[in-house]
């Protein structure tokens, strides 16, 4: 139950998304997933008022290529996708707080679903003492976004009134890439 070879290869494409440029292969309980070359991704999909916590790529890289993979191709029901997921990054040392923090939000993205009762109460247990603890620092960073991206705009606005310049005013920037 593990990743099968020397390691992982990527190539970018653009700020946000990679490619898979030799085949990512994870030897699981019963199945062996082959993760194809050329296959997209986008790493870790956090939001960015979380990327201070859990970054877009780090140990859980192959993890969360491995649940892209899973994710598009159906070869697996969405809860084993996400339980693939949170096995995997047990297997490659996340640690257990942050583990299961990642696979709370995975199974909230997909909507929970496929959750029996078990795994509803499993993932509340989790997922409230998550918010509790990620509220105050997300709410913190998205105000220093929006407060980043208005001296941008006003930096803009000099720029195109000293410079007249024609470059569009800048977007906040609320998600990663």
Do not use: N
Request: charged fraction near 15%; hydrophobic fraction near 55%.
């Amino acid at each position: 139950m593990a990743f099968v070879g020397s390691g992982l290869v990527v190539e970018e494409l653009d700020a946000k998304f990679w490619r898979v440029v030799e085949p990512l292969v994870y030897q699981g309980d019963s199945q062996e997933f082959v993760i194809p070359a050329g296959f997209r991704t986008d790493f870790a999909s956090v939001p960015r008022a979380f990327v201070w916590l859990v970054p877009r790529y780090g140990a859980y890289t192959r993890a969360a290529i491995l649940h892209d993979y899973l994710r598009s191709s159906q070869s697996v029901g969405i809860a084993d996708a996400d339980g693939i997921f949170r096995r995997c990054l047990r297997e490659l040392g996340v640690t257990v707080p942050r583990r299961w923090m990642m696979w709370a939000a995975v199974r909230l993205a997909s909507g929970l679903r496929g959750a029996t009762p078990g795994a509803l109460v499993t993932w509340a247990l989790i997922a409230v003492p998550s918010v509790a603890f990620l509220a105050i620092p997300a709410i913190v960073v998205q105000v220093f976004l929006v407060l980043f991206w208005l001296v941008e705009l006003l930096c803009w606005g000099i720029a195109r009134v000293f410079t007249r310049t024609t470059t569009p005013p800048p977007q906040p920037q609320m998600k990663t890439a």
